[in-house]
C-alpha cells in the first residue's frame, strides 16, 4: 500500500512493524485519542528509526477523519488498519466511507473482533453490501481466549 491509515495508535508497535514492510515513499497516518500512549508511541517511533515516515496524530478519530484529506493531501487510503476503541468501529468505517477516504479495492483490516469484541461492526461490514468480507480466527495475544479479525475489502 502506498497510503494507509491506523486507527489506534497504542504504543506504536503495529506501526513500526507495518511501516518498515511499506516502500520508501508511503504515507503512513496513525490516529490515537490518548496523549500518554502517543507519546510513549513517538519515543518508540523515534528509536526505530521512522518518525519521517510515520504521521502521528493524537486526537479521536471522528475529529480526525474528516481533516485527512485538507490536512495531510490524502484522497483514498489502500489500506485501512482499525485497533482501537471497539465501540468506534462502525462510527469510523462510516466516517471514512462518508468522507470518500475508501476507494474500490481498499482492504480494511479490523482487530479483535471477538475480544473485546465489535460485533456491530462485523454485522455491518458482513451485510451492508459495501465489502467483500472474511473472519479469520485467532486467539487473544498471549492467551488462548479466541478472537479474530475481520479483513473487508471495498467493493466501490
Known amino acids: ?3 494507509m ?3 489506534g495508535t497504542y504504543m506504536g508497535y503495529s506501526a513500526v512493524r507495518t511501516v518498515r514492510l511499506l516502500p520508501q515513499g508511503a504515507k503512513f497516518i496513525t490516529i490515537d485519542v490518548n496523549p500518554e500512549s502517543a507519546a510513549v508511541a513517538k519515543e518508540m517511533i523515534s528509536f526505530a528509526g521512522l518518525e519521517d515516515r510515520i504521521i502521528q496524530v ?3 478519530s471522528a475529529e480526525a477523519i474528516p481533516q485527512l484529506k485538507a490536512k495531510f493531501n490524502v484522497e483514498t487510503f489502500d489500506m485501512v488498519f482499525i485497533d482501537h476503541w471497539k465501540d468506534a ?3 469510523d468505517i462510516k466516517l ?3 468522507n470518500k477516504l475508501l476507494r474500490k479495492g481498499t482492504v480494511v483490516v479490523a482487530d479483535n473482533i471477538i475480544y473485546p469484541g465489535a460485533p456491530d461492526y462485523a454485522e455491518y461490514v458482513r451485510t451492508c453490501g459495501k465489502y467483500d468480507s472474511t473472519f479469520y480466527e485467532s486467539k487473544l495475544e498471549y492467551s488462548d481466549k479466541p478472537d479474530g479479525l ?3 475489502v ?3
Open 1 to 3: 500500500p502506498m497510503t
Open 5 to 7: 491509515l491506523e486507527l
Open 58 to 60: 493524537i486526537s479521536d
Open 89 to 91: 468501529y462502525t462510527r
Open 96 to 98: 471514512l466511507e462518508t
Open 150 to 152: 475481520e479483513k473487508s
Open 154 to 156: 471495498f467493493r466501490g
